[in-house]
């Protein structure tokens, strides 16, 4: 597939780390990101999402298959993908003693910018990090928000045509979620390619054009979220909860309600296209939960129904 | 010499000038306190009985090399120990480094020209009071870089895998530490008893040392100490590459 159309194509992408014990991070996956997507790994912790992007990133090399980004071998080929890729990782990398400014002067020296150039994009992209009045304070006064912000202004001051995000708003509250999905929602719209990891459904949905879903080292369903909804789950759930010591008795006399009946450590779900006439059904049969609701299917639904297990553990 | 090296080293030149301060007194104004304390206070005792060790020269023209080679040691100690850790730690600089176009081999490099650049510095500041009481020569600027140099590569290359700074503490007190006692910075090693003297041969801080006075086979301390740094260098390009993209 030509760069015009995928710029990153993977096949057979395999990562093993030889241990001891040896541990397969990654089984064999194949994805294709297309320019100007949102591309998303969604996954609990240990599915293989940050090796993944680590392997895109050019930071870790891949122990088989292929795996080529814009149109080089990310083997052979290094330096070029990365002086047009922006790299968000999962912990921040910023020197905390440097100012705001010098962080980005500093890595942007890295990409063999000349300093005016630099200079030039700071204001620009302090101005989209909303940091500019913090343009001369140290990244140890920043809040953990504010850092992230900056992590990403700062990855984007080569101007790349790709860049990734590692569980960009995991640790922030939400009021600073919320800011942040709105910066990455603009970078979109510019036309800026997006990779990003998460765990968070909600991320996921609200960011993500695909979504590879990831567990164990592989992709286990692959499509837009609506796609992966329409394909895996019913179009709503009743959630049940019930005393903690009927839990088990609940369930047996649920059986049957809707479609399928999901059983987790505090609350039923019930999967259904019509939750209200599920939730009668659950009243006629001298149930009485301690709570029920009614809601559309998510992510977490499809995670769930894949795996087995919840995103979130 | 490849380009990207230089842009590590303008991050730690870029740190240096917000701290150079405070590592002047570590790097610069303990040695010469020590300088001080023995050349002046400790050598008139020694001077008066006039030691056949020191062959007629004064206890400050000996000690005053001895201890500018054991300050380039503890420099190149500090530099390839906890800045090395720290940065290649999740969320060190180096992190942030390797996902640009540096390699890690770009990364080593350039910090280690910054370890050269503050070696060069701090021992010429050294030197400098040093020539002022004619107790060492202006030559003696090379061998204590060359000194530094060959503790900085191998212990970088050691600290860029290290998984906690309690193994670096373990270099100091059980490597540096006897080193500087032993290496003829204080007192000549021929005064040591006769298989201690042979071990002395070992301590790359000796060769330093008879570099920095000048005494002694120059060429076999100069190879002894380039040895280090070639083979420090060698390790070091693959434990950084080993750690930084794994």
Request: with cysteine; net charge neutral; charged share 20%.
């Amino acid at each position: 597939m030509d760069e015009s159309t995928a710029l990153v194509s993977a096949r057979g992408l395999t990562k093993v780390y030889e241990g001891p014990p040896e541990h397969v991070a990654v089984g064999g996956i194949d994805f294709d990101v297309l320019r100007g997507e949102a591309f998303g790994f969604l996954g609990p912790n240990g599915a293989g999402k940050s090796t993944t992007m680590r392997m895109i990133g050019c930071v870790s090399p891949r122990s088989g298959g292929d795996l080529t980004i814009l149109g080089h071998d990310a083997a052979r080929e290094r330096r070029a993908i990365k002086a047009r890729l922006g790299s968000v990782p999962q912990d921040d990398t910023l020197d905390t003693e440097l100012t705001v400014e010098e962080n980005i002067l500093i890595y942007g020296r890295y990409f063999g910018l000349p300093r005016a150039v630099i200079r030039e994009r700071t204001d620009r992209l302090l101005e989209f990090a909303r940091l500019t009045e913090k343009r001369t304070a140290r990244v140890q006064d920043l809040s953990g928000g504010m850092r992230r912000r900056l992590t990403i202004a700062r990855s984007l001051v080569n101007e790349p045509d790709l860049l990734l995000l590692d569980e960009p708003t995991t640790g922030l509250d939400p009021q600073a979620r919320h800011l942040l999905w709105e910066r990455l929602f603009r970078l979109k719209q510019d036309g800026v390619t997006l990779i990003l990891t998460t765990h968070y459904m909600d991320e996921a949905e609200q960011l993500c054009d695909r979504i590879a879903v990831m567990d164990g080292g592989r992709i286990v369903a692959h499509g837009s979220p609506r796609e992966l909804i329409e394909r895996y789950v019913t179009r709503e759930v009743l959630e049940l909860r019930f005393p903690l010591d009927q839990h088990e008795q609940a369930a047996e006399k649920a059986h049957g309600i809707g479609e399928r009946i999901e059983i987790l450590p505090d609350r039923l779900l019930c999967y259904t296209g019509d939750g209200e006439s599920a939730l009668e059904e659950t009243r006629r049969r001298g149930l009485d939960p301690i709570t029920a609701l009614v809601r559309r299917a998510g992510l977490e639904d499809v995670f769930l129904t894949l795996t087995g297990r919840t995103l979130v553990e | 010499m490849s380009l990207p090296a230089f842009h590590e080293f303008g991050y730690w030149w870029h740190r240096y000038r917000r701290t150079w301060r405070g590592t002047a007194v570590i790097s610069i104004a303990n040695p010469l306190l020590f300088v001080t304390a023995l050349g002046f206070g400790l050598g008139r005792l020694v001077d008066e009985r006039n030691s056949a060790y020191l062959h007629g020269g004064s206890y400050l023209a000996f000690i005053g090399p001895g201890l500018l080679a054991a300050s380039a040691m503890q420099m190149g100690f500090i530099h390839g120990s906890g800045p090395v850790f720290q940065s290649a730690r999740t969320g060190g600089n180096f992190r942030a480094a390797v996902t640009t176009p540096m390699e890690p081999s770009d990364i080593f490099t350039g910090h280690l020209l910054f370890t050269a650049f503050r070696a060069t510095l701090d021992s010429a500041a050294i030197l400098l009071v040093l020539l002022i009481f004619r107790a060492a020569s202006p030559g003696a600027l090379a061998g204590a870089v060359l000194t530094a140099l060959a503790f900085a590569t191998p212990i970088s290359a050691y600290a860029v895998t290290a998984d906690r700074p309690a193994k670096l503490s373990a270099v100091f007190r059980f490597v540096i530490m006897p080193l500087y006692m032993f290496s003829g910075t204080f007192f000549p090693a021929e005064q040591l008893p006769d298989p201690l003297r042979t071990l002395v041969w070992l301590s790359p801080l000796w060769h330093g040392t008879e570099l920095c006075r000048g005494s002694g086979p120059i060429l076999v301390h100069v190879l002894v100490l380039l040895a280090l740094i070639v083979a420090g260098y060698l390790a070091g390009r693959r434990a950084y590459t080993g750690r930084l993209t794994a």
